[in-house]
C-alpha cells in the first residue's frame, strides 16, 4: 500500500528565511498531491495541488515541486514569517482509483522573529 | 459562505455509550469524507460519500463504525460500543468532487473514558 514519509517532524527556522519541508513516498506515482495546513484544534486547510504532469506551482509565497522520478514532493515557503508556523500536511490519493487521501505525519514549522 | 461544520465540537462517552456525530458539509458539494486523527499523527480515512452513496467505507475499523448520508447533504457518524481506542478527533471534508480540494470542518474531539 501507499506509504508517506514527511522526514522531518519539526523545523525551527528564523523569520525571513525560506522553509523547505520534504514528502516522500513509496509505490505507485499518483495523479495528484496536495499540502495542507493545520493548526492546533484545527482542522486541516487546503494550500495547494499539485498534478503529475506539472513540475512546479506557485501561490504567493508558496511553491510546490513534483518530481515522480524520486517519488518527491518539496514545499517551500519563502520570506518566511511567524504566522506561518504549523503543522504541514502532505496528501495524496491511495492508488489509481483512489477516492480520498492519505496524510502523511506532517511537519511541524516553527518561525522565530 | 459558511464552511464545514460539524457538532459537537467535544464529546466525553464512558466505555460502551453510542455516540453520533453530525457532518454539516458546504452546499453543493458532492463529496464528503470522514477522517480520524489520533494525536500527532495526519488525518486518517475512515468512509467516502458521493452524494448519499457510501462508495469506499474500507477505512471503518470495525463494525461499530456507522456512517450515513441520507439526503446527500448533511452526514453522521455513530460509534456503538466506544471503546477507549476510540478516542480521537474526527474530522469531516467535503469537495467539490472527489480529485479535488478537501474543505475541513474543525473536527470532534471524542474521548472514552
Known amino acids: 500500500s501507499q506509504k508517506i514519509e514527511q522526514n522531518s517532524e519539526a523545523l525551527n527556522i528564523q523569520e525571513g528565511k525560506t522553509a523547505t519541508l520534504t514528502c516522500n513516498y513509496t509505490?505507485?506515482?499518483?495523479?495528484?498531491l496536495q499540502w495542507y495546513r493545520q493548526d492546533p484544534g484545527r482542522g486541516p486547510v487546503f494550500l495547494l495541488l499539485i498534478r503529475e504532469n506539472e513540475k512546479e506551482k506557485r501561490k504567493e509565497r508558496l511553491k510546490v515541486t513534483f518530481d515522480t522520478t524520486l517519488k518527491q514532493s518539496l514545499f517551500h515557503i519563502t520570506a518566511s514569517q511567524p504566522a506561518d508556523s504549523a503543522t504541514y500536511l502532505c496528501?495524496?490519493?491511495?492508488?489509481?482509483?483512489?477516492?480520498?487521501?492519505?496524510f502523511g505525519k506532517g511537519t511541524t514549522l516553527s518561525v522565530s522573529s | 459562505g459558511a464552511g464545514v461544520s460539524q457538532s459537537p465540537r467535544y464529546k466525553v462517552a464512558k466505555r460502551g455509550q453510542d455516540v453520533a456525530l453530525r457532518c454539516d458539509p458546504i452546499s453543493g458539494h458532492v463529496s464528503l469524507f470522514w477522517y480520524q486523527q489520533a494525536l500527532g499523527q495526519g488525518p486518517e480515512f475512515l468512509t467516502y460519500?458521493?452524494?448519499?452513496?457510501?462508495?469506499?467505507k474500507s477505512g471503518l475499523p470495525s463494525d461499530r463504525f456507522f456512517a450515513e448520508r441520507p439526503e446527500g447533504s448533511v452526514s453522521t457518524l455513530k460509534i456503538q460500543r466506544t471503546q477507549q481506542e476510540d478516542s480521537a478527533v474526527y474530522l469531516c471534508?467535503?469537495?467539490?468532487?472527489?480529485?479535488?480540494?478537501?474543505?475541513f470542518g474543525p473536527g470532534t474531539r471524542l474521548t472514552v473514558t
Open positions: 471534508a467535503s469537495s467539490f468532487d472527489r480529485e479535488y480540494e478537501q474543505y
Open positions: 460519500f458521493q452524494n448519499e452513496a457510501q462508495l469506499d
Open positions: 509505490n505507485y506515482s499518483p495523479a495528484y
Open positions: 496528501a495524496l490519493p491511495p492508488n489509481q482509483a483512489g477516492t480520498a487521501l492519505i
